[in-house]
């Protein structure tokens, strides 16, 4: 198996920190037909009361339209990536090491591993991170 970077629009949104907070957005992105592959719901520390959201991906008007609805937009500011293939030891060290040296800052990192596959997504703080960030692993992970 190869590895696969494609460019991914990661949507945000503020969730009440309350049982069911995270599940009256899903709700309705899932009605419009969403199957999400990323999502990471946590406490926004600085605002009592409240939580944050991100997700991906959203395809199409009927789920876009649903998540706007939802109170939920496309994070503009952050550029995201994802990164799937095999799982080895050490990938994370490797890759997160090779962007250091090309002078690259993570704005964020969320990985899993299941079975022999894993998943990486990036987010950068700028378009430009993120494409220098793709030509480097594309040419480092060719053809392992």
Request: aromatic fraction near 6%; charged fraction near 25%; avoid cysteine.
């Amino acid at each position: 198996m190869a590895y696969e970077i494609s460019k991914v629009d990661v949507w945000a949104g503020s969730i009440e920190d309350r049982p069911g907070g995270l599940a009256d957005k899903l709700e309705v992105l899932a009605k419009a037909g969403a199957s999400l592959e990323f999502l990471i719901a946590r406490r926004d520390t600085e605002q009592p009361g409240t939580g944050v959201v991100f997700l991906a991906p959203l395809r199409g008007v009927r789920q876009t339209r649903a998540a706007q609805d939802a109170g939920l937009a496309k994070a503009g500011s952050m550029f995201s990536l994802r990164l799937e293939g095999p799982d080895k030891p050490g990938l994370g060290a490797r890759i997160s090491r090779l962007l250091a040296e090309a002078g690259i800052n993570l704005r964020g990192l969320s990985a899993a591993a299941f079975g022999r596959k894993s998943v990486v997504y990036f987010s950068f703080d700028s378009l430009d991170d993120a494409a220098k960030a793709t030509r480097i692993l594309k040419k480092a992970l060719a053809g392992k």
